[in-house]
């Protein structure tokens, strides 16, 4: 259904951006467009073979750019957004949230105005057809305790800079359906995980230091439980909301795999320990406690029975196949993680001695 379309994915240079570009130029026929600023978080090497294929163009563009962006809508014509661009870690907004109230609010603020403004151009066929779909997440629902799942009716409660910026970008979102009709699609999906993951992040971070025999840092007591998702199974869930979801409606998206942090880290050990076994005895003995991170929410957990009751959605991967093949990419891509590790900064941010 999306062959001969062109869409722009904005922050197509991240994670789960290049994850949603991937799985488009493999699976779609679409022309697609990755418009990303290339901030600290960008790797264009998360997209092999990109450049030479002629359904994928590249505009180093920032969202909160309104001229550029009206540029480039108006040259390529888009048929649909996803808004994957955003600043994305929460240990950074803690420390600096400037950036993320710029690029999650303002950003999504700007684009909107941008996508309306071009959106009451078109013809009304293309007008119909024309979707702008919003990337969020669970975080904006709060911390959940024992028992319980967050619905798409789950009213927003977000503890972090981070997750306030993405709830009021969710916000804007809705208005502008409400408000001025644009079609908007709106996406809440759970902790992402798997090949070309940013160091900094939890699962990468674990993997490269306990590969270094590092010292494992784990947040407060490691109970925190995250619900995981396979970064495919998100690409593929995002597809099909784009080809299927109701306009102006919210679908969660996870894929019930609750877990602790510290399950998560001590499963990651175990596997080093048979993918690539050290001399120096059980990984598990790196794993250290250390100081919780300010306002960190105890538990997320994602009913997705909405996108998997009306769209047919289902994850390919549970838990234990996902951080497996996980594990053993960053086994055997070195070459990918090791290029950022030589940029300074990323060396820095993650304390890696070796
Ligand atoms: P990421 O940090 O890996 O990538 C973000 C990308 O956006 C980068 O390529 C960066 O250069 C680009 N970008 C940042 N500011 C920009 C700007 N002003 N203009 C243009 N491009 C800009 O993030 P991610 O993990 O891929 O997350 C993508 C989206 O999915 C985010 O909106 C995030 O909130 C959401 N999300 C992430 C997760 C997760 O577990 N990672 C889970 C649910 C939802």
Not at 26 to 37: E, P, Q
Request: glycine share 8%; hydrophobic share 35%; charged share 25%.
């Amino acid at each position: 259904r999306l062959k001969g379309l062109t869409i722009f994915v904005t922050g197509g240079a991240g994670f789960i951006g290049s994850a949603v570009l991937r799985h488009l130029l493999r699976n779609s026929h679409a022309r697609v467009v990755n418009l990303d600023k290339l901030t600290y978080a960008a790797n264009l090497g998360s997209l092999p073979g990109a450049t030479e294929n002629l359904n994928y163009a590249f505009e180093e563009q920032c969202i909160c750019d309104a001229p550029g962006l009206r540029r480039l809508f108006e040259h390529y014509q888009p048929d649909a957004v996803l808004n994957l661009a955003a600043e994305s870690h929460v240990d950074r907004s803690i420390d600096g949230p400037g950036e993320f109230i710029q690029t999650n609010i303002v950003g999504t603020f700007t684009l909107l105005q941008e996508a309306l403004r071009y959106w009451r151009t078109l013809s009304p066929d293309k007008r119909a057809r024309f979707r702008f779909q919003h990337i969020s997440t669970d975080e904006v629902f709060g911390s959940l305790g024992e028992e319980g799942f967050f619905t798409e009716t789950t009213p927003y409660s977000p503890n972090s800079p981070y997750s306030a910026s993405k709830a009021s970008s969710d916000h804007l979102v809705r208005a502008w359906h409400e408000t001025y009709e644009l079609p908007t699609l709106l996406t809440n999906c759970s902790n992402n995980y798997g090949p070309y993951h940013f160091l900094e992040k939890l699962i990468p971070h674990m993997i490269i230091k306990g590969l270094a025999g590092e010292q494992l840092p784990v947040y407060g007591d490691g109970k925190n439980v995250r619900d995981w998702l396979y970064v495919e199974d998100h690409a593929t869930a995002l597809t099909l909301v784009l080809e299927h979801g109701a306009v102006g409606e919210t679908y969660n998206i996870g894929g019930r795999n609750e877990r602790t942090n510290l399950h998560v880290v001590e499963t990651i050990c175990d596997l080093l320990d048979d993918l690539a076994p050290s001399t120096d005895g059980p990984r598990r003995r790196l794993i250290s406690f250390v100081t919780d991170r300010p306002g960190h929410d105890r538990r997320y957990a994602i009913d997705a029975s909405k996108l998997e009751r009306d769209l047919g959605w289902s994850p390919v991967e549970n838990f234990e196949s996902g951080i497996e093949k996980t594990v053993r990419w960053y086994i055997e891509q070195k070459p990918w993680w090791q290029a950022l590790l030589e940029r300074r900064y990323a060396a820095n941010r993650l304390g890696l001695t070796k």
